[in-house]
């Protein structure tokens, strides 16, 4: 199912394309299940340096970043 407007991908989304590249899957079938553009999942991965082996969604960490109690979203890899 195509799209008509842009989207930003939601975290269960990146959870689920962690999920699928650890068990195997290809940008393709993800993109599929998803209702995304392949193209879509392959800068995702690729956001931040990942590879489609150390990707991993991003999780959020209490921190600051100009704002006081705010919530920074981190991206967390497993080496």
């Known amino acids: 199912m195509k799209r008509e407007c842009y989207r930003r ?3 269960e989304e990146r959870e689920e394309i962690s999920r699928s590249l ?3 899957e290809s940008f393709q079938a993800i993109a599929s299940h998803l209702g995304r553009a392949v193209s ?3 800068r995702e991965v690729s956001r931040g340096g990942c590879n489609r082996w150390t990707y991993r969604a991003i999780v959020p960490s209490v921190g600051h970043s100009g704002m006081q109690g ?3 979203w981190v991206n967390v890899r497993f080496f």
């Open 9 to 11: 991908l939601m975290a």
């Open 22 to 24: 650890a068990k195997g």
């Open 40 to 42: 879509t999942i392959a």
């Open 70 to 72: 705010g919530v920074v």
